[in-house]
């Protein structure tokens, strides 16, 4: 087997935290879709509930007890749905996820480039080395921030990059990298 360059072991932990940033960036994106599908359902529940509540509201002054028990029940609803509004914020939830996602693919443009840098004939290691620092100090601070994810928004996200687990295997890695930056070229 032959020996292993310098550039090659760094092109390889670059690859390798490229993947990793892949995973996270469409994890998180994942996580904001699943919270914002959570709020349009509440705002259409509610206006669907509210709009039957005032509808039986209407009738009530005109009918029986059983029209005025369902329009207490609705108007129940209506609070149980404005209260989880409250409590769960899911259209804030949503954007903290977008807003890391974002921070995220950037890194991970970041290390597309250096993928690119370290493929070609001229690059300089030292030079590197250092970028690698400081994209590792970027990516902490973004962890740092990073909402939790959920397992349906990983599920999620192994669908959309089709595969089943985040070992970030060289073919996966190249399945997220353009043609030229694969390890083999198509």
Known sequence: ????????????????????????HKTQECQASIYN??????????????????????????????IRYATAILSSLVLIID????????????????????????????YQT?????????????????RIEQLADRLEKVYEIAPRTSDSAYKAASNKLHSGSCSCSDDEIDKLL????RSVHD
């Open 83 to 110: 209260l989880t509004f409250k409590n769960h914020a899911y259209a804030d939830k949503s954007a903290h996820h977008q807003a890391v996602a974002t921070k995220l693919w950037r890194i991970r443009e970041a």
């Open 178 to 181: 353009p043609p030229r930056l």
């Open 37 to 66: 599908n959570y709020h349009k359902r509440l705002i259409w529940a509610k206006i669907l509930v509210a709009g039957l509540a005032a509808g039986s509201g209407i009738i009530s002054l005109f009918s029986g007890v059983a």
């Open 1 to 24: 087997m032959a020996e292993e360059t310098s550039k090659d072991i760094l092109l390889a932990q670059v690859r390798e935290c490229f993947g990793k940033v892949a995973w996270s």
């Open 114 to 130: 250096l993928i690119a840098e370290l493929m070609s004939e001229q690059c300089n290691l030292s030079d590197i080395r250092k």
